[in-house]
C-alpha cells in the first residue's frame, strides 16, 4: 500500500513539474537608426535577463531614422520604438496613435561641431567658419535659435548643404570647417574616418533645452497591454541605471550582439557623451525617463515657434507623453 502511494505521489509531480511556464511575451524594439554607443543600455539589459526576468523576450532591431521608427510602432508592427520625441509629438499632432512613455535624453544632443585641432570651442569662433547643414532636418530648424541665443547672424559665416553622408564629408574632407549634428553620434562617426577628435558646441549650454530621444509605443499597446508597457519600462530603467555603473560592460553586451557595430573606444566615448544628457538639473539624482512637465512643455514651445508645430499643440501637452509606466513614477 506504501508502495503504491509512493508510486502515485512520484507520478503526481512528474505531471506537476512538467506543466510549462508562462511563454514569455515577444517584443520588438526598433531603434531610431543604425547602431551607436547610444543604444548600449537595451543591449546590457538583454544580456543581463533584466527583460526576461520581466517576462519579455526582446528583439532590437536597428531603424532607418526616427520617423520610420515612429510608423512601425503607430502601426504596430513594433510594440516599442526608440525614437526623437519631438519627431514623435509632430506625428502624435497629426493623428498618430503614439505617446512617450519615458524620455532618455532630457537635455538636446544637438550641437555644432568640427576638429578640436581647429579650435573651434564657442560660438564667436564660427564667424568666418563654413558650416554643412542637412536643410529640413530638425537641427536646421533649430540653428536659427541657436544664433539668436549666441548674437550670431546667418552672415557671420557660409553654409554648404547636403544630406547626412554628404555633410559628414564635408567636414572629412576639409570642404566645411563644421557641421550640425548630435553630439554622441555624428562625433564618433568622423572620429572613426579619421582617428581625430571633434569638439562640440552644444545647443543645450545656451538655453536650447529641448528633450531628445525617448521610448514610444502605440495608445493600442497601452489600452490593452498596460502590464507588458509597465514591465518593459521597469526592465529598461533598470538597464539604463545598469549601463550608467557600468559602460564597459554595457558596451561589450552591444559588440556581442553586434560585432561591427564599431570600435569599442569610440562607442565607449559616445555612450560617455550620452549619459549626461540623462538628466536636467530638475531630475538631477532621480531615476532616468522622470522627465518634468516644464522639460516638455518647453519643447512644445520650441517645435511651435521654430519647428513648424501647430499652435494648437500646446493645448494639451500631456497627451504626448506619460510618466505612469515608469517605476516610482512622480507624477
Do not use: C
Not at 581647429?118 to 558650416?131: L, T
Amino acid at each position: 500500500m506504501i508502495r503504491r502511494l509512493g508510486v502515485a505521489l512520484a507520478a503526481t509531480l512528474a505531471v506537476s513539474t512538467a506543466v510549462p511556464a508562462a511563454a514569455a511575451d515577444k517584443v520588438t524594439l526598433l531603434l531610431n537608426w543604425y547602431v551607436y554607443g547610444e543604444h548600449a543600455p537595451f543591449f546590457y539589459g538583454k544580456a543581463k535577463g533584466l527583460y526576461a526576468a520581466e517576462g519579455i523576450d526582446l528583439e532590437i532591431q536597428e531603424g532607418r531614422g526616427s520617423a520610420v521608427t515612429i510608423q512601425a510602432v503607430a502601426a504596430g508592427t513594433a510594440q516599442f520604438g526608440y525614437a526623437d520625441v519631438p519627431t514623435m509629438i509632430r506625428a502624435a499632432a497629426k493623428g498618430a496613435p503614439v505617446v512617450a512613455v519615458g524620455v532618455a535624453l532630457q537635455k538636446s544632443p544637438m550641437s555644432v561641431m568640427g576638429f578640436a585641432d581647429k579650435n573651434i570651442r564657442k560660438p564667436e569662433d564660427i564667424k568666418g567658419k563654413i558650416v554643412a547643414t542637412t536643410p529640413g532636418d530638425s537641427m536646421s530648424q533649430i540653428w536659427p535659435l541657436f544664433l539668436k541665443q549666441t548674437g550670431l547672424k546667418a552672415s557671420d559665416f557660409q553654409v554648404v548643404s547636403g544630406d547626412g553622408q554628404t555633410k559628414l564629408n564635408a567636414v572629412i574632407n576639409g570642404r566645411a570647417d563644421l557641421l550640425l549634428g548630435y553630439a554622441m553620434d555624428q562625433s564618433m562617426k568622423i572620429k572613426d574616418a579619421t582617428g581625430k577628435d571633434v569638439y562640440p558646441i552644444m545647443f543645450a549650454d545656451y538655453g536650447i533645452n529641448m528633450v531628445s530621444s525617448g521610448i514610444i509605443t502605440s495608445k493600442d499597446l497601452i489600452k490593452s497591454n498596460p502590464d507588458l508597457v509597465r514591465r518593459f519600462m521597469s526592465a529598461t530603467t533598470k538597464a539604463f541605471i545598469g549601463a550608467e555603473k557600468d559602460p564597459n560592460a554595457a558596451v561589450d553586451a552591444l559588440l556581442v550582439d553586434l560585432p561591427k557595430a564599431g570600435k569599442k573606444e569610440t562607442l565607449l566615448e559616445g555612450f560617455a557623451l550620452t549619459t549626461p544628457l540623462y538628466r536636467t538639473e530638475e531630475t538631477k539624482g532621480r531615476p532616468p525617463f522622470q522627465v518634468t512637465d516644464a522639460n516638455m512643455t518647453s519643447t512644445v514651445d520650441l517645435l511651435v515657434e521654430y519647428g513648424g508645430l501647430e499652435a494648437a499643440a500646446k493645448a494639451d501637452t500631456k497627451t504626448y507623453y506619460t510618466r505612469d509606466f515608469l517605476p516610482a513614477a512622480s507624477n
